[in-house]
């Protein structure tokens, strides 16, 4: 289990384990400014529901359309976990952005119209600092531990 990233150990240390640990300057951005905790909450930074994000207006994809052919799934997919994001490019459902920089800057735009986008996705008009702010809050979620443990290394 991955539980020991910076963020963890700022977040237990200073709330013991109580709700709050998004106080920083960095976690401000992330929590308050731009609502990604909206959809990445929790421990693992997911809600584990099916969203789009408009990442396209028309997608090649249907997603979870094609498991319960419902219109309202048409282009939607699981929120992923932040858990260690820094170390899972490319990212979104098709790898098709290849850097955190490149999903901040998707986010901050508001992206694509799609019937079906979260409302949650709007455009945030995040400054360079406060860009910074939310790459430098997303790479705490890095586990060093974990990812660095040769228990967990694949032989």
């Known amino acids: 289990m991955s539980g020991q990233s ?16 998004g106080k920083t300057r960095h976690g401000f ?15 693992n930074f ?27 799934d048409r282009a939607r997919f699981k929120v992923a976990t932040l858990r260690n994001v820094a170390l899972t490019a490319p990212y979104m459902h098709d790898g098709s952005l290849q850097t955190l920089e490149a999903v901040v800057e998707h986010y901050n735009s508001g992206g694509q119209p799609h019937p079906n986008k979260s409302s949650l996705v709007r455009p945030l008009g995040l400054s360079a600092g406060e860009k910074a702010d939310l790459l430098a809050f997303l790479r705490s979620l890095t586990d060093e531990a974990f990812v660095n443990n040769p228990k967990f290394r694949q032989h």
């Open 29 to 43: 951005v992330f929590s308050e400014k731009t609502n990604c905790s909206q959809c990445h909450s929790g421990f």
């Open 46 to 72: 997911t809600n584990y529901a099916f969203e789009n994000n408009g990442l396209y207006a028309d997608y090649p994809d249907p997603g979870r359309f094609r498991l319960t052919e419902l219109e309202s």
């Open 6 to 21: 910076r963020y963890d150990q700022y977040f237990f240390r200073e709330n013991f384990g109580v709700d709050g640990g």
